[in-house]
């Protein structure tokens, strides 16, 4: 049970059911953790602004942005992020079975070698951001990644990572 509830957005003003209206627009539905930022509408703004900027511009594939969502969301082990993941791959035609490779056998799964490098890339950058190595810049710029795609990566990776903390802590349930 979340530790927080949702807005209703009957009690939202009049910015935060605009943001709330774009969202859905976006998406088709609301999530509940944008619904639980809606308690602090600069927080809903602020963080709606940069998961529009990092996962709908840029120059990577929305595949692979959301790959590394949900990679680093599994490494994190926040459910609600692996599982809003896994259903965003599913909603931009990624079948049960690449999902399934993208999990367990990134080197199987259907990307570049330079996507692979990225997404590989980002879950250390996660996991060991210390031990990331001059060797392993190296590696990535070899398969042709741009310092701008280095760096787009790396901001997928920071939202979740945020975004897994914010729900894990406040238990925030998938809706």
């Known amino acids: 049970m979340s530790r927080i509830r949702t807005l209703d957005v009957q009690d939202g003003s009049e910015e935060v059911v605009g943001i709330i209206n774009e969202i ?10 944008f619904l639980t930022y809606a308690h602090h509408p600069p927080l ?40 809003a ?3 965003a791959l599913k909603m931009i035609g990624v079948a049960d079975e690449e999902i399934e490779r993208i999990s367990s056998q990134l080197d199987a799964a259907d990307f570049t070698s330079a996507e692979r490098a990225l997404i590989s890339f980002a879950r250390k950058a996660n996991t060991d951001p210390h031990r990331v190595s001059d060797d392993e810049f190296a590696v990535l710029k070899a398969t042709g990644v741009t310092d701008a795609q280095i760096i787009e990566a790396l901001g997928v990776m920071e939202v979740f990572t945020a975004f897994n903390k914010f729900l894990d802590v ?3 349930e998938q809706g």
């Open 44 to 83: 809903l703004e602020a963080n709606w602004n940069k998961v529009k900027r990092v996962m709908m511009e840029g120059d990577l594939a929305r595949k692979t942005k959301e790959a590394i969502a949900l990679l680093v969301s599994q490494d994190n082990g926040c459910n609600y992020c692996v599982a």
């Open 85 to 87: 993941h896994t259903g």
């Open 24 to 33: 859905n627009q976006a998406f088709g539905y609301v999530p509940n953790l």
């Open 170 to 172: 406040l238990q925030v």
